[in-house]
């Protein structure tokens, strides 16, 4: 599974092999940092690691940008808890 880039519509989407989306929305509330504001994957699709895909695709985003990262959602928030080597990226 390919997961995309969408800047017009700020968030990284992975495409299910039946065609539902699971995706990590983001803001930018400044030029240096992205906040991760929002996580959704189908319920069909759940407890699968599509989340900890796409969260970890939005790391390597900010860290490839040099940006700086606020966990706005509890996914990521939960996912910082179980992965302390990406709080280097936090604010």
Do not use: W
Not at 31 to 41: A, K, M, P, Q, Y
């Amino acid at each position: 599974m390919t997961i995309t880039h969408d800047e017009k519509y700020q968030q990284f989407t992975l495409v299910c092999p039946d065609g539902d989306e699971a995706e990590l929305a983001y803001s930018k509330p400044s030029d240096d940092v992205i906040s991760f504001t929002h996580t959704f994957v189908p319920e069909n699709h759940r407890n699968q690691g599509l989340a900890e895909k796409l969260i970890k695709h939005g790391f390597a985003y900010a860290q490839e940008n040099k940006l700086k990262v606020l966990p706005g959602c509890e996914a990521v928030s939960k996912f910082l808890q179980t992965h302390p080597e990406y709080q280097q990226f936090l604010m």
